[in-house]
Nanobody
Framework: QVQLVESGGGLVQPGGSLRLSCAAS????????MGWYRQAPGKSRELLAT?????SPNYTDSMKGRGTISRDKNTLYLQMNILEPEDTAVYYC???????????????????WGQGTQVTVSA
């Protein structure tokens, strides 16, 4: 099986920075699109940015120009700067169009979510 595993969350002071990572486990050979979402308490999950394999990232207004995503094959990063308390949320990674192997057998997963990593911005 394949999993997306996020890491790098934690407690950070307002104005601080954080870098999140999302790595695909298992024998993942290709992920078409990877993206970062977040869900604040009492709010719906929102898209922050996506990165299609081989293309430049796309950002939504939710990033407010304070974040940058980068991708290294099947690992996705989110660098967030000048964090505000409103950035407190669980941050999720999503992959779409995953190809992976179980032994010698190729498998396909249409979309897959990570378990999320908590980011808390507080003094």
């Amino acid at each position: 099986q394949v999993q997306l595993v996020e890491s790098g969350g934690g407690l950070v002071q307002p104005g601080g920075s954080l870098r999140l990572s999302c790595a695909a486990s298992g024998s993942t050979s290709y992920i078409h699109l990877m993206g970062w979402y977040r869900q604040a308490p009492g709010k719906s999950r929102e898209l922050l940015a996506t990165a299609i394999n081989g293309e430049s990232p796309n950002y939504t207004d939710s990033m407010k120009g304070r974040g940058t995503i980068s991708r290294d094959k099947n690992t996705l990063y989110l660098q967030m700067n000048i964090l505000e308390p409103e950035d407190t949320a669980v941050y999720y990674c999503k992959g779409e169009g995953l190809t992976y192997y179980v032994g010698d057998s190729p498998r396909y997963e249409y979309d897959l979510w990570g378990q999320g990593t908590q980011v808390t911005v507080s003094a």
